[in-house]
Each structure stands twice: as C-alpha cells, then as structure tokens.
C-alpha cells in the first residue's frame, strides 16, 4: 500500500483493487462501449513529473489507443504499453512480481532484456504458473473453475492464429507469456517457493526498472484486467490503473520485499518467504519533491495488532477525512474500517454542523461481501 498525502484518500484504496474476472469487465446495458465512447471528454490533468498516473477507462481528451490484440481504438492509456516502454529503458535490472502474466508483449519485452544481458527475474501465485498451452484438455480443463475455463478458451482464441482449431508450437512461442519467459530463460518463480504448496496471497503487481523507478497498481498483466476479453470486442477490461513513481528511496523498498520473496531464486532451497510466513513490515515513510509516501506490504498476520496493519493504516487515513471519501475498490469486506462506524454515512452532511458531521462517501464496489 503507498499512501500520498497530497493526493485523494481514493489512491490509497485504488490500489487495493485488481481481479481478472471477465464478469466484471463487462459493461451493463445501460453503459455500452457506444454509450461510454461518446460521452463527453474532459480536459488532462498535469502529471506529477515524479508520480504518474495511468488509468484504463481514462476518458481525458486525447487518452486514446489502439489496442494490441483486438485491433479496438478506445478511450483510456494503454497499461501494457507503459510497462512495455518502461521496461525497454531498463539498463541494468527488471524485478517484476505479479500475480499473473498472460500479456505476450510484456513477456517479449522481458525477454528481449534478459537476452541483452539485464538481470530479469519473475515471480508469479502457483495458481497461475503454468502456461495456458501445456492444458491438456479435457482432463486439465475439468479442474478449473468456470472463470478459469472461460480465460482458458480465451487464450485458445487469441493464441490460435490461423484459426485451425490447434495451438502449434509456433503459435504457442509467439502468444503464451509463460512459454514466451521459458524459451528465453528468464529465471522466476511462484510461492511454492518457500516450500508450501502455495500462499494464494501472491497478489502483488510491481515493477522495479533499474532500483530506480517503480510501477505499481491493480492491474493484473491479463487481457482482461488491461485492454477486455479478446472474444468479447464489446468489453474494455476491469477499471484498473498503475502507478509509475521515480524515487531510488522507493525502489529499494520495493527490493527489499521482492528479495524477501525471491530468497534464492530457482535455486531449489526453501528461503523464500511469502503470504504470512513474512515478518511483520512497519510502514516506511519517504518524501517524494513535495508529496509524503508512505509505503507498507500485506499480507499481515493476524496474530499483530490491527491498527499496525495496511488495512489498520487505509482506515486511519479515512478517519482523518473531514469533506469526502471516496473509494474505488473490488472487494470490501474488511469490518474494522471506520466507514461502518456512526460518524460516516452514505448523505450529504446535515445542514447544521455537529461536532462528529457524518460525511459523504462516494462508493463504487463491486462485491460488499465475498
């Protein structure tokens, strides 16, 4: 979690949402990609030169792109793209960890780094470490989820380009990020790593270029969390957004947590840590020009005191609201947040003040309770 003081509350809890789900990439009748489109464009906002913001759904004038995949123009910044660019300009080093890498380009982009002689490594959730190609229906397919099945038909449709009903090997090189990372060697790893059969908590989505620059966000590198489902050329993907911040200080905070997880690498011990085998992380604070970050890592035992918790400190910052609050968030289903607590209420605040006004709160949530 960054919390950036100068900025809205909702940054902070921006970057608690990301999930892969194509059911949620899909736009409701009333709010077709006809109706979406043609609404009206507002000006861009001026970039922090430090702290950049991209959003996918982004409708500022002149935040279009020609998606890779689907050959779609929308409206919104191409994530792919910026963390394909970012990583072209790497000199020295690229650490990615996210929780699944399905985007062909960023995989190239990889590859051709570690091929120029960088140091790239990767780490992955077990869930979603093996290629879509080595599926071998209909046993493999039986065991997935239907969420999984659909994504799975996804990749056969994207990957299958003369439409022949077959994935080639060809065409598996060319479409399959995890082969596309194999062939070229880069070393990663998934949370079994430790040893475990997995954390399931492997939900990270960082890149460090150079122990210099950071991209972070919601974004999973999937179809469906960045541009919509291939299939579908209705959907424009999950609202996701990444976060790319140039600080040295930052960067080695974000090392710090990718070395904990990455311990030996694909070196075969068990010295990597993750999911709540990690030791608690105090928050580290940081000033970037004139904005205060302050930087802490989940998962959190439960075992430690909430209140010293990522969650515990997202709370204490909407606490500290006194006009609005305004969250964008996947999921929300933590019960200590101060949101459920009398002093905050979905209305505008009474006409008379009070000495605890309610205040405000502008949601948009997909799921209260899963």
Same mark, same amino acid.
């Given at each position: 979690m960054i919390s950036l003081t100068r900025t809205a509350i909702a940054i902070a809890?921006?970057?608690?949402?990301g999930c892969n789900s194509p059911l949620f990439s899909r736009f409701s009748t009333?709010?077709?990609p006809e109706t979406v489109e043609s609404e009206p464009r507002w000006p861009p906002l001026p970039q922090d030169p430090l702290i950049q913001v991209y959003f996918n759904h982004n409708h500022a004038e002149g935040a279009d792109y020609t998606e890779p995949y689907r050959g779609t123009t929308r409206p919104g910044d191409d994530l792919e793209q910026i963390i394909v660019d970012s990583i072209a300009l790497a000199s020295t080093s +690229?650490?990615?960890a996210v929780q699944e890498l399905r985007l062909p380009k960023v995989a190239q982009a990889l590859a051709e780094r570690h091929r120029a002689g960088l140091r790239v490594r990767v780490i992955i959730e077990n869930t979603y470490s093996q290629p879509w190609s080595e599926?071998?229906?209909? %046993?493999?397919?039986?065991?997935?989820?239907?969420?999984? %099945?659909?994504r799975y038909q996804e990749f056969l449709t994207l990957a299958d380009t003369n439409q022949d009903g077959q994935i080639s090997t060809p065409e598996s090189n060319a479409?399959?990020?995890? +082969? +596309?990372?194999?062939?070229?060697?880069?070393?990663?790893?998934?949370?079994?790593?430790? @040893? %475990?059969? @997995?954390s399931g908590l492997m939900h990270h989505k960082f890149v460090i270029i150079d122990n210099q620059l950071i991209l972070t966000g919601s974004a999973n590198l999937t179809l469906s969390d960045v541009h919509g489902d291939f299939s579908n050329p209705e959907t424009r993907g999950n609202a996701n957004h990444f976060l790319k911040i140039a600080s040295p200080q930052l960067a080695s905070l974000f090392a710090e947590e990718f070395n904990r997880m990455w311990g030996d690498g694909p070196g075969g011990q068990n010295n990597s840590e993750f999911g709540l085998g990690k030791p608690p992380r105090p928050p580290q604070s940081l000033q970037l020009g004139p904005t205060n970050l302050r930087v802490q890592f989940s998962p959190f035992s439960p075992k430690q005191p909430w209140e010293t918790s990522p969650n515990g400190a997202i709370a204490n910052a909407i606490g500290q609201g006194t006009k609005s609050v305004k969250l964008a968030l996947f999921v929300f289903s933590e019960q200590k947040s101060p949101i459920a607590s009398s002093r905050f209420a979905t209305r505008e605040p009474? /006409?008379?003040? /009070? %000495?605890?006004p309610a205040l405000p709160i502008a949601t948009s949530v997909k799921d209260w309770t899963c």
């Open positions: 809890a921006l970057l608690l949402t009333a709010q077709t +690229i650490d990615l599926f071998q229906p209909p %046993s493999d397919q039986d065991e997935l989820e239907q969420r999984e %099945s659909d479409q399959d990020a995890l +082969i +596309i990372l194999r062939n070229a060697r880069v070393p990663f790893i998934d949370d079994t790593a430790d @040893g %475990s059969k @997995g009474k /006409s008379k003040p /009070s %000495s605890t």
